[in-house]
């Protein structure tokens, strides 16, 4: 067997390839634009202007000049962090990610905490007794989460909650994690959480019953069975450890995918986060807002892969060998 690469060596090359593959999402998503009709210049004058002034504004914003020299420049900006000024709210972009990104970092870590909860607990309900009718009745309430639309599950909750106590904050705040009370920031995080987390927790069953159950059959745990070892330390002493690799590379993933999947969970608990700038942003036709939530959300997902390899690689340094 040929030699492990260094951890460091293998972490410097993945992160090269991550801001490769950041590069080239900014690129099409700029090709992307280009494309549609119009530009930003046409969407921030006045077309009444005089044709004169309007020519002469649109040479100094630069839009008249060459695709390749708009991309460079573009591009140029980006990596500064200067995304450009909000079209609809006329401040900088960078300013309205800055406050939008936390929100959707602490909502998609606490549904991300629900759903890993959740799911391992039914998977551990289920994989010890696979085949089994609780078994059956667990996979199947996992199968009706994941089937059930996220829109119609926020709204279920929604409703409910509202039915239950009139005055629960269903609609969020402007700035949930300053309220005063640590209490009342739980009641407002509380159920966009559980909207992501319950539709996550199906997923992480699924994929920590199947870990657990491939764990359970494998040979040297049928021998420490044979040897009348507890199936209770069976579980927790040798499948869980083994069950843990899968389920850690899907915990770097599911992260940045609630972040960047949380649109219609935000917009209607009117959680002041990325989804729900996105969608102001779309319904106001403000392209640099749009173009930095794209780039926002690139760089969480791609950071969110390195994660999870980097994750799965402590756990298993001979993952180093096939990456």
């Known amino acids: ?78 990596i500064s962090l200067d995304l450009g000024v909000s079209t609809s709210r006329h401040v900088p972009v960078r300013s309205l990610l800055a406050q939008a990104l936390p929100a959707s970092l602490v909502l998609g870590g606490a549904g991300l905490a629900i759903g890993q909860g959740l799911g391992w607990a039914s998977a551990l309900v289920q994989a010890p007794r696979r085949g089994t009718a609780l078994d059956v009745g667990v996979g199947a309430v996992t199968v009706l989460f994941a089937s059930v639309p996220g829109f119609a599950l926020a709204l279920a909750l929604l409703h409910g909650a509202l039915a239950f106590d009139p ?70 002493r040798h499948a869980v ?41 779309v319904h106001a036709a403000d392209a640099p807002v749009v173009l930095g939530v794209f780039y926002a959300y690139a760089v969480v997902v791609v950071a969110g892969g390195v994660f999870a390899d980097l994750a799965a690689v402590l756990l298993d340094p001979r993952i180093r060998l096939a990456t």
């Open 1 to 78: 067997m040929p030699p492990l690469p260094s951890l460091g060596r293998w972490a410097l090359g993945r992160v090269l390839r991550a801001v490769g593959l950041v590069g080239a999402v900014l690129l099409v998503t700029w090709c992307l634009v280009e494309a549609l009709p119009g530009d930003a210049c046409s969407a921030r004058l006045d077309p009444d202007l005089d044709p004169k002034a309007f020519a002469a504004i649109r040479a100094a914003l630069g839009c008249d000049a060459p695709a390749l020299t708009r991309l460079s420049a573009d591009l140029a900006r980006v």
């Open 167 to 236: 005055t629960w904050p269903a609609t969020g705040t402007s700035t949930p994690w300053l309220v005063p009370t640590f209490a009342e920031r739980l009641q407002a995080m509380l159920l966009p959480a559980v909207a992501l987390g319950l539709g996550a927790a199906a997923l992480d069953a699924r994929v920590a019953r199947s870990a657990l159950v491939g764990a359970l059959t494998q040979d040297h745990i049928r021998a420490a069975r044979a040897r009348g070892v507890g199936e209770s330390r069976l579980l927790w």
């Open 241 to 281: 450890p083994n069950a843990l690799l899968p389920a850690v590379a899907l915990l770097g993933l599911q992260l940045p995918a609630l972040v960047s999947g949380a649109v219609v969970v935000e917009t209607i608990f009117a959680w002041p986060g990325m989804g729900r700038l996105l969608v102001d942003a």
